[in-house]
């Protein structure tokens, strides 16, 4: 029967044949083996089928065990094999009068043509359960039949142009308590050093949601190592930003806690998978259960954070000393300072396969290797600071190899940078996903590589967005009571079935929408801070969406003090506003912010007060006063220090 294991993936490869072109085009089928093998084979494809862009390929497979794995692997249109072209196969029946010795297994995958195929190479089967594999060596150049293949749809047309900053966005994100912001930046701080029996200082409770909580469902009563450094993260630009002497040492005193509790996960003797391991219990011990394990984006954005903090402490005065002890030299303080060891084990193992940031699939991630790659070119230059030449060197030189792969992560079939490398896992048949827009936000390095103006990742941006148009109702709303452009609602990825506490429909999430937000806003700084605008044949799209007035087109450099620069720069502001007025459209009126808002009404669902909704909303605040040229926003935000309730 089916097996268990096997899951349809994306495209794949076929036989196909030229028709007349003067007649009606029909499909041809090629059969390879027309009855099971046998030679003493255990694996052999039937018929395959390449019509009209759609892949249908039947194989016979051996009875041999119930858990087996069944895939096709082709080259794509570059004639190259990549871990893109693979199509995985299903059980369809068992072979009548072969009593159950053999089953017929196919695929039927109608948007092959995305990628492209010339030639099937292999069907591999794996009979899982007693760990044989069997290969049918195919080799066989394969001609499209049938209609020519459709063309991808285009992007939809613009339903509005906004332009602009807007007054009502600068009044919600005000930097004072009463203002969303301020919300935002007191509730994150009630759920750092939570009011928990048990919990200690350093951790972060990544939402309000669990058995201590009024509500229980789902239980996020747990510290990711994730969600933890990128809330942390948003204390050290607090820290860095203050000049209230009061503010500033709470905002220390947090930070040097963080790190002490990050050095305690570190030593934990039940770590399963090394420091990848995903969560810890507020106490700061291991969660030993079931689940997504290893996670090794965690060591990345934990290093990164603390290597933030380190070199503003310094800034301001700070001893080099408390850094080398606190927080960088694993060797000499092993159990209070965790920054060397996440480094190294980063350097160590980028490589190998992980589980993503949504904690769903095991493959090699985009936003996982951009942090990485961020961590490991931050942490050459740290480690050359404290004075360690071995280190730097070590790492420099796997920042080196990491930065050799990123390029395989964009799709030149598809125009999209693929948020993992590797044949679709969990029908994501789409591979679209926000996690790309988050890993330039967490993982680009300042040094050119994927920034937010580059042309795969504006495109990928165009891609993302307008990929949850047709599937969110509240979509179809566009503007609030005043009239004001809403943004499009942003979710994890089209296929989402995720609610929030169990599974059916997914549902646009607060930090998605915000990040959005975020990565217009720093697009528009960047374009200015370069003092042009490059358009390309890449990028084009994301233009004639976004910035259709501006009349930019490919080939074309805008300068800064052209009509076409300036309206792209309004209109990134615009649409980076329209994305936070979304969220603000669906936040209730005490302003705190769930996990995610339901697709169909909008209103607050999943965990409550999700730590990382509130910190990637201050986030996009923060990138929108530095578009604004608000250098004092994040100090006055900063000065307002820690509640005394929280």
Not at 29 to 52: F, I, K, R, W
Not at 57 to 82: D, F
Not at 548 to 575: C, D, H, M, R
Request: with cysteine; aromatic share 12%; charged share 15%.
């Amino acid at each position: 029967m089916l097996a268990g294991t096997a899951v349809v993936s994306a495209l794949s490869v076929l036989a196909l044949f030229l028709t007349d072109a003067v007649l009606a085009q029909t499909c041809k089928t090629e059969t390879l083996q027309s009855t099971m093998p046998t030679d003493g084979s255990e694996v052999a494809l039937n018929t395959c089928s390449y019509c009209g862009g759609s892949l249908n390929v039947t194989v016979y497979i051996a009875n041999l065990c119930y858990n087996k794995v069944v895939r096709l692997y082709y080259t794509n249109a570059q004639n190259q094999s990549t871990p893109l072209s693979v199509a995985s196969l299903n059980w369809i029946k068992e072979i009548d009068g072969t009593n159950y010795a053999w089953e017929l297994w196919g695929a039927n995958i109608s948007d092959a043509y995305l990628d492209g195929l010339t030639e099937i190479l292999n069907v591999t089967y794996n009979a899982v359960d007693i760990g044989k594999t069997y290969v049918d060596i195919v080799d066989l150049a394969v001609v499209a039949s049938g209609a020519a293949a459709p063309t991808p749809a285009a992007p939809p047309k613009p339903y509005a142009t906004p332009l602009g900053f807007s007054d009502d966005i600068t009044k919600w994100l005000q930097p004072n308590k009463d203002s969303e912001d301020g919300i935002a930046m007191a509730r994150m701080f009630m759920n750092i050093n939570p009011n928990v029996v048990g919990a200690v200082n350093g951790t972060v409770v990544a939402a309000q949601s669990g058995p201590t909580y009024p509500q229980h469902d789902p239980d996020y009563e747990y510290d990711w190592v994730r969600d933890s450094s990128l809330t942390m993260d948003v204390v050290q630009t607090l820290y860095a930003a203050a000049n209230s002497k009061t503010a500033k040492s709470q905002y220390e005193t947090i930070l040097f806690q963080y790190a002490g509790a990050r050095a305690t996960e570190q030593n934990d003797p039940g770590l399963q998978t090394g420091l990848g391991e995903p969560k810890f219990y507020l106490n700061n011990t291991i969660f030993t259960g079931p689940w997504g394990r290893p996670q090794n984006d965690g060591p990345a954005t934990a290093a990164i954070t603390l290597m933030e903090f380190a070199k503003d402490y310094l800034n301001a005065g700070g001893s080099l000393a408390t850094v080398k002890s606190k927080i960088y030299d694993s060797a000499t303080y092993p159990l209070q300072a965790p920054v060397m060891r996440d480094l190294l084990f980063v350097a160590s193992n980028w490589s190998s396969p992980s589980f993503d940031l949504w904690e769903e699939e095991e493959a090699d991630h985009f936003y996982t290797r951009m942090v990485q790659r961020r961590a490991l070119v931050t942490g050459a230059t740290f480690a050359h600071q404290m004075g360690d030449a071995a280190t730097s060197a070590t790492l420099s030189s796997a920042a080196a190899a990491i930065s050799a792969t990123m390029s395989q992560f964009w799709d030149p079939n598809r125009q999209l940078i693929l948020y993992e490398y590797g044949p679709v896992l969990h029908d994501k048949n789409s591979y679209i996903d926000i996690a790309v827009v988050l890993g330039v936000i967490h993982g680009y390095a300042g040094d050119g590589v994927y920034s937010y103006t580059n042309d795969e990742v504006l495109v990928s941006a165009l891609k993302i967005s307008t990929s949850f148009l047709p599937i969110y109702h509240i979509a179809s709303v566009t503007s609030d009571a005043s009239g004001q452009v809403l943004g499009i609602p942003i979710g994890r990825y089209p296929e989402d079935v995720y609610n929030g506490t169990g599974f059916g429909l997914g549902n646009p999430w607060y930090l998605c929408t915000a990040a959005m937000a975020e990565h217009f806003y720093r697009a528009a700084s960047e374009y200015k801070s370069a003092g042009s605008i490059a358009v390309t044949s890449v990028s084009i799209p994301f233009f004639n969406y976004f910035a259709p007035q501006a009349g930019v087109s490919a080939g074309s450099t805008y300068k800064a003090n052209s009509a076409a620069f300036k309206a792209v720069i309004q209109s990134l502001e615009g649409w980076a506003d329209a994305f936070i007025r979304r969220i603000k459209y669906h936040t209730p009126a005490d302003g705190h912010l769930a996990e995610e808002f339901n697709r169909d009404t909008g209103v607050p669902q999943g965990a409550a007060d999700l730590t990382w909704s509130y910190a990637s909303l201050l986030t996009a605040s923060f990138a929108r006063a530095e578009l604004m040229g608000s250098p004092n926003y994040v100090t006055r935000l900063a000065n307002m220090g820690i509640a005394p309730s929280s």
